[in-house]
């Protein structure tokens, strides 16, 4: 095994242990620094390789050294993906829901909540009167996207407390 191989080896092991990113970046620099200075003494690289151990050994005396380091669960992951999916659907059915508001009336009655009103020859009737008439438009979203809107945002907050909870036990 090379230097490079060895060193790469060790990153992926340290970035697998869930250390932080900025402690696992001055632990392989240092290690570098280390294999840089003993190469330049006339040892081997196999030789320093050996006497390190393997990355999964050597990431675990780091691990020892740092207490605060401990790798995410299945558990942890799982709710962290969830959070993130439920935070996008979240962000989706809000979207969908100003969109609906900005566009009244371009959604079949299965979207929108009100029956879409008649066209005569491509324009909306909406009544006649003499005069300058002035026109206010609004609506009502839908009751299923609200309702999704919000059964999204709770799924989404209810994942990254579970995660936020589950993080401070371990680490306690």
């Known amino acids: 095994m090379t230097e490079k191989q060895y060193l790469r080896k060790v990153s992926a092991a340290l970035r697998r242990s869930g250390m932080e990113k900025k402690t696992r970046k001055r632990l392989e620099a240092d290690l570098a620094s280390e ?84 066209q005569v020859n491509g324009a909306q009737v909406i009544g006649g009167a003499d005069g300058p008439t002035k026109i206010f438009v609004s609506s009502n979203p839908s009751p299923a996207l609200l309702a999704l809107l ?7 907050v209810v994942c990254f407390v579970l995660y936020a909870q589950s993080s401070r036990k371990k680490q306690r």
């Open 35 to 118: 294999f840089s200075i003993r190469l330049e003494k006339g040892e081997s690289a196999e030789e320093i390789i050996r006497s390190m151990g393997t990355p999964e050994e050597l990431v675990k005396g780091f691990c020892l050294e740092a207490p605060a380091v401990s790798p995410k669960t299945r558990k942890q992951k799982v709710l962290f993906v969830l959070g993130i999916i439920f935070a996008v659907l979240t962000a989706a059915t809000g979207l969908g829901t100003a969109w609906e508001e900005y566009t009244v009336g371009n959604f079949p009655p299965l979207f929108y909540g009100r029956p879409i009103p008649k």
């Open 150 to 156: 919000g059964i999204c945002a709770a799924v989404c």
